[in-house]
């Protein structure tokens, strides 16, 4: 059929062809001004056919003709990158450059395509082209600002030097920061916990930007307490169909997608390199069928507000839920190392505590705060069996009589002081040492809690147990900064200091707070978040 048409476009008098590419030469233009965009590539589509298949009879003839292909090659493109079907879209540009090298309107296409895909440094080169064209000049603030956008993300893409400071102190107004792909010092292993996970390649202190990377995929909405199921499945269907969507139109998401892990089979699945993540790294990569989406969704989605993660600007309102790819590949454990922050489709993973070269990042699937019996319920609704440190200790300890009998008493009403006395007394007799303090004390940060937010229990029972911060160190170092530990840091810094003095206290909580939001801000900004001497509101 197509060969059929060919022929018979061949076959057409010159006369005829002119007068047919002029009227669809109209209504293409008129379906891109209007932003009907499917429309205009199936017109242009059509256009460039007819265009292709003249025979030119003048060198004048011929320069028409290939100007006409040209523009209506771009104009396509341009088409093509708004339904976000940025690889045809590109080789469009690429054709189109093949018959003017330095047009000027494919130059900044082509651009803003590579943008979009993350080629930061091809995208400049492409910009910076621009601007030797005498058109530029109606066109060189916008132009120029393309070109500072991309040196910016370029430096954010190798150094990881990310600022969200500004906008935290606009208390989030306005557009959300720049961000830029960034890989920081990781890689995919074979783990020990379960298939392949991700893993430092250095030291790293806690607060330390791992990776940004921005989502595949997102949906989100409004969900009331006690929504009905229909309204989940409605998210849950249009977030698959976004996926979907982003798979066919992209041969390199597809890949990526395809190297996730559906649930099965996990020790014959592959290794990638992490150069295959890389901004700069080119779709020239082989197409692989996608196995079970529901099954890779299932496993891999990432819900924007979860115990290790915390959401920053209009969107914290909203339940999100999202594909992040190379973030896919952290595992949970009950003694965590990493957080995540949400910044529009964004994602930046960050080091929760210090972590040693060689050791798996990690986060915390469910609430590492809580007991060992409340962590094993929640790991059986997940669909596995926690076998990490923390978990095999608990279990072991967990059927000392002793302990039991400080779990009743805690069940039964019993003064918080005294169990948290209890137990530090029973650490000290079974010899509980280093990390593994932190570990129980983790599990009962509830009484811990209540105990030390309490003036009065601690007149009694401050003299008889551990202090605060070392109760706090040990518990962070156990399983990472967390919201809970830093909130009760900071109020009994303002308790202690009344917003004025005590620079090392004020540093203490500085630190901790660096482990939940990362150092991507200012002392100044971290301040405002963390509500320390600052008596506005900041966007919370």
């Known amino acids: 059929m197509a060969d059929q048409l060919q022929q018979q476009q061949q076959l057409k008098d010159p006369e005829m062809a002119e007068a047919e590419m002029q009227i669809l030469r109209s209504k293409a233009t008129e379906l891109l001004l209007r ?4 429309d205009a590539v199936c017109t242009y589509t059509q256009f460039i056919t007819i265009c292709r298949n003249q025979t030119p009879t003048t060198n004048f003839h011929l320069s028409k003709l290939q100007k006409s292909l040209c523009l209506a090659l771009c104009n396509r493109a341009e088409a093509r990158s708004k339904l976000r079907i940025f690889e045809e879209a590109l080789r469009d540009c690429e054709e189109a450059l093949k018959i003017e090298s330095t047009h000027f309107k494919t130059l900044l296409c082509k651009g803003k395509i590579l943008l979009n895909l993350n080629r930061y440094s091809s995208a400049l080169e492409c910009f910076k082209t621009a601007l030797f064209d005498p058109q530029v ?3 060189s603030e916008n132009l120029n600002g393309y070109v500072e956008k991309c040196k910016k993300l370029e430096h954010l893409s190798k150094t990881g030097a ?3 400071s500004d906008w935290v102190l606009n208390g989030f107004r306005g557009k959300s920061p720049g961000l830029a792909e960034f890989i920081g010092p990781i890689q995919i292993k074979r783990s020990g916990n379960s298939g392949r996970g991700l893993f430092a390649t250095k030291n790293v202190d806690s607060g330390t930007l791992l990776l940004v990377t921005k989502a595949i995929a997102i949906e989100r909405g409004i969900l009331p307490e006690n929504c009905d199921e229909n309204a989940q499945l409605v998210m849950w269907k249009n977030f698959i169909d976004k996926v979907t969507d982003s798979a066919t139109k992209s041969t390199k998401t597809k890949y990526l997608i395809g190297l996730l892990s559906s649930g099965e089979g996990e020790e014959d ?11 700069e790294t080119k779709d020239q990569i082989s ?3 996608m196995s079970n989406i529901l099954s890779v969704l299932d496993i891999n989605s990432l819900v924007e507000d979860a115990n290790s993660a915390k959401v920053l600007g209009k969107n914290r309102d909203y339940y999100g839920v999202g594909l992040w790819v190379l973030p896919s590949f952290i595992n949970h ?8 922050l949400h910044i529009g489709d964004h994602i930046l993973v960050h080091a929760s505590r210090d972590v040693k070269a060689g050791e798996e990042i990690t986060f915390a699937y469910f609430d590492p705060l809580s007991s060992w019996k ?4 929640m790991s059986e609704t997940w669909g596995f069996n926690c076998n990490c440190k923390r978990c095999r200790f608990e279990e072991e300890i967990s059927n000392k009589e002793e302990m039991k009998e400080i779990e009743m008493s805690m069940r039964g009403g019993i003064e918080m002081g005294a169990a948290i006395y209890k137990l530090e007394e029973g650490m000290r007799r079974w010899t509980v040492r280093g990390k593994e303090k932190g570990y129980l004390r983790a599990s009962f940060w509830g009484a811990y809690f209540e105990l030390f937010s309490s003036d009065k229990a601690m007149k009694k029972w401050g003299r008889r147990i551990q202090g605060m911060e070392m109760v706090v160190d040990s518990v962070v170092d156990a399983v990472g900064s967390d919201e809970r530990v830093v909130k009760m840091m900071v109020e009994r810094f303002k308790r202690n200091n009344n917003n004025n003095g005590g620079v090392m206290e004020m540093e203490k909580v500085l630190k901790l707070g660096r482990g939940v939001y990362g150092k991507v801000m200012k002392k100044q900004a971290l301040r405002c978040l963390l509500e320390l001497g600052s008596s506005h509101e900041y966007g919370h």
């Open 35 to 38: 932003e009907e965009w499917n």
């Open 137 to 139: 000049s109606g066109n």
């Open 162 to 164: 990310f600022d969200l």
């Open 269 to 279: 699945l592959e290794v990638p390199e992490m150069s295959v993540f890389k901004p």
């Open 287 to 289: 197409p692989s069928e």
């Open 333 to 340: 454990s009950c003694i965590p190392n990493a957080r995540r």
């Open 374 to 377: 409340d962590r094993k319920r």
